[in-house]
């Protein structure tokens, strides 16, 4: 069946396009093909560092809490 888009129009391109994934993969794997587009942000780099270092005593505490 072929279907005529309007590549003008990003919403009927997003629907095509995400029917063509559910078809193709099934809802699963569209989702996770979909995440590996997701962008992160802040700098996890320099985030990782800003954290204090904790015990495994303390962030069992913390998950207690």
Known sequence: ???TINVNNLIEIRKTGLQALREALGPVGMVRFIQQFENGYGDYTKEKYQQPDRTVEEIDS???K
Do not use: A, E, N, P
């Open 62 to 64: 913390m998950l207690k």
């Open 1 to 3: 069946m072929s279907t």
